[in-house]
């Protein structure tokens, strides 16, 4: 079960922009006075927060432990439902942004834990892998 979970952790990167690609016209008639730049920049928000948190994430690897990250990278990854429940277009970008920092956090683990939990043709291919 372990290594199912991490593979699911591989994942979430690109979940991050493939959920909201499809949606984005039907967020466009939600929103109608919304500018199509802001539309757009719901798909380029993540991967901008994943580049700064990455400038910030050595240092904050010398004060929190590997599993502090993964898991607060987790909840921040999980506030980008947020919308579901609150939907405004403030909102939306704010849980945007929030789920790109939470991905800062998980990406510089998922390949390490990976490497770490994985053997040789495993790790290469993750199809390949036995399921118990």
């Known amino acids: 079960m372990k290594k199912i979970s991490i593979l699911w952790l591989s994942f979430f990167p690109l979940l991050a922009g493939a ?6 016209s039907e967020i466009s ?3 109608p006075a919304v500018s199509n ?10 991967s901008i927060c994943v580049v700064l948190g990455q400038v910030i994430q050595p240092k904050l690897s010398r004060k929190l432990t590997a599993k502090t990250q993964v898991l607060g990278g987790l909840f921040l990854y999980a506030l980008g439902a947020v919308p579901y429940i609150w939907p405004t277009f403030p909102i ?20 390490g ?8 043709k495993y790790r290469k291919n ?6 118990h």
């Open 19 to 24: 959920a909201l690609s499809p949606s984005l």
């Open 29 to 31: 008639q939600t929103f």
């Open 37 to 46: 730049l802001w539309l757009k920049s719901l798909i380029t928000i993540p």
């Open 92 to 111: 939306i970008i704010l849980s945007r942004i929030g789920l790109g920092i939470g991905l800062s956090l998980l990406v510089p683990h998922t390949i």
């Open 113 to 120: 834990l990976i490497q770490a939990n994985f053997e040789g």
């Open 126 to 131: 993750y199809w390949a892998m036995p399921v």
